[in-house]
């Protein structure tokens, strides 16, 4: 696998990387260890937490530079760019925080004596992760992994090295020793090893659903504890009696956030049939407004995809749904001239004979389908084999609330769009994945969790 960057508003080939060889990872895995092994892992965890806090600063202090290195590997619209950096930095402050208070000691009570649960590190992780957010992806794992006290072996998407060897050096100038952070430049073939390896102790990737199930089955086989972040195919539920206005809004820039290329971005639209017809209008209008551009301009509303291969696996995607009887309402074509861009598409009727039913749209395409009642919604919610977020709109929020609690996902944000926050966790159910990042409870997905006790006299 070649390590390089490609700037996809343009094609032009802007750095390429050399993979790591055997002997650079195994040396990467005896430094990860023995840092493990030491009290800087092993002991009084303030050490641990200024080197987050102090990471914050920086990213702060860099981050014009840090938003540019994601429009120019991925794509990435510089004002979302700027978001991603900014929660990169929140996410890092928030475990340098709050971890004292995830960690501290809890008492169990028991007939037995005095007992409690203590939290310390497991070992070295392996993490995997994508490019589509290629700073907050990381953060979700150093955050919580640094505090704990558990190095990390990152592998980066191979499309993103730029930003993987820049997250690589702000740990490093945080103040992490040699070994609590490695980027690696690595095969899938080192990868497997690197899990078997009997030093690692834990995985976590976040990735594609064939990607997951790879890595799930190294770790499964190793017995290694894991976390795994997979795909989506969101709902965006609008009901009969919504703000039609809101929703639309907020449905169009969920749908194109991040060109559509977004885990928990809303993809499948269960509109309620008595106010279908004006939300369609209203959605179509909304993406005929979008202004298509270089993701540099501040003005535009939508960039390229994150590759020309991405676009064109998208092209196809659509063109499969519309011959298997899907109707295109909009959109639906490769835009002409330069760059990975793709125009927003909008596809109807899809029946689950269809393929695209059940499939996660990856690009800037929105799926709308018509219901006549909640018993209908939740239905078709569940009928997915991913569970990742979702979304509800309507003006009577008892009635959300019961429906939140049926539809079988990770989460589910009422009158407001999916998104993230470094407090709220984050995960799924099904084939979207298992464990949560971010929060108290990501913090606790990979640690020991000690019982202690002590008999009464």
């Not at 004002?79 to 991603?84: F, Y």
């Not at 290329?261 to 809303?266: K, P, R, T």
Request: charged fraction near 25%.
């Amino acid at each position: 696998m070649a390590y390089q960057s490609v700037n996809p508003t343009t094609g032009e080939l802007l750095k390429s990387f050399a993979n790591h060889t055997d002997s650079e990872i195994q040396s990467a895995i005896g430094a990860a260890h023995s840092l493990y092994k030491s009290p800087w892992c092993k002991g009084e965890r303030r050490p641990r937490l200024d080197v987050l806090e102090w990471m914050a600063e920086l990213i702060e202090q860099r981050s014009e530079e840090l938003a540019r290195i994601l429009v120019q590997e991925m794509g990435k619209r510089i004002r979302e760019a700027r978001d991603e950096v900014r929660i990169t930095a929140d996410i890092a402050r928030y475990y340098a925080r709050n971890a004292e208070t995830f960690l501290k000691r809890e008492t169990v009570p028991t007939p037995h004596g005095n007992a409690w649960v203590e939290y310390h590190p497991i070992g070295v992780i392996v993490a995997v992760e994508p490019w589509n957010f290629p700073f907050y992806q990381l953060i979700r794992v150093a955050g919580p992994n640094l505090a704990i006290g558990n190095p990390v072996l990152a592998k980066h998407a191979s499309m993103v090295p730029q930003a993987a060897v820049a997250f690589a050096d702000l740990v490093r100038a945080a103040g992490a020793p040699e070994g609590a952070w490695t980027n690696l430049f690595a095969t899938g073939d080192q990868i497997a090893t690197l899990i078997a390896d009997d030093r690692v102790q834990g995985v976590a990737l976040t990735g594609s659903e064939g990607a997951g199930s790879i890595v799930a089955a190294h770790a499964g086989k190793n017995l290694k504890k894991s976390v795994m972040e997979l795909g989506g195919a969101d709902v965006f539920a609008v009901l009969d009696d919504a703000d039609l206005d809101k929703a639309v809004a907020a449905g169009v820039a969920a749908r194109l956030k991040g060109c559509g290329q977004v885990c928990n971005g809303a993809k499948r639209f269960l509109i309620h049939e008595k106010i279908a017809a004006e939300f369609i209008a209203k959605f179509s209008e909304g993406f005929a407004g979008i202004k298509i551009g270089d993701p540099m301009d501040e003005t535009i509303d939508l960039g390229p995809l994150s590759s020309i291969a991405a676009r064109d696996d998208i092209a196809k995607q659509v063109e499969r749904a519309i011959k298997a009887g899907a109707r295109l309402h909009f959109g639906g074509a490769v835009l002409d001239g330069p760059g990975a861009y793709y125009q927003p598409t909008i596809l109807t009727e899809i029946g689950r004979d269809n393929p695209a039913y059940f499939e996660e749209f990856f690009g800037p395409v929105a799926q709308i389908y018509v219901i006549s009642d909640d018993e209908e919604l939740v239905e078709l919610a569940n009928d997915s084999r991913f569970g990742l977020s979702g979304a509800i709109f309507t003006s009577d929020i008892e009635r959300a609330k019961a429906l939140a609690s049926r539809i079988e996902t990770g989460s589910i944000w009422i009158n407001t769009a999916s998104s993230t926050s470094a407090e709220l966790p984050f995960g799924g159910v099904k084939r979207s994945g298992y464990g949560r990042e971010l929060s108290g409870a990501g913090i606790k997905e990979l640690v020991n969790q000690k019982m202690i006790l002590v008999a009464d006299a």
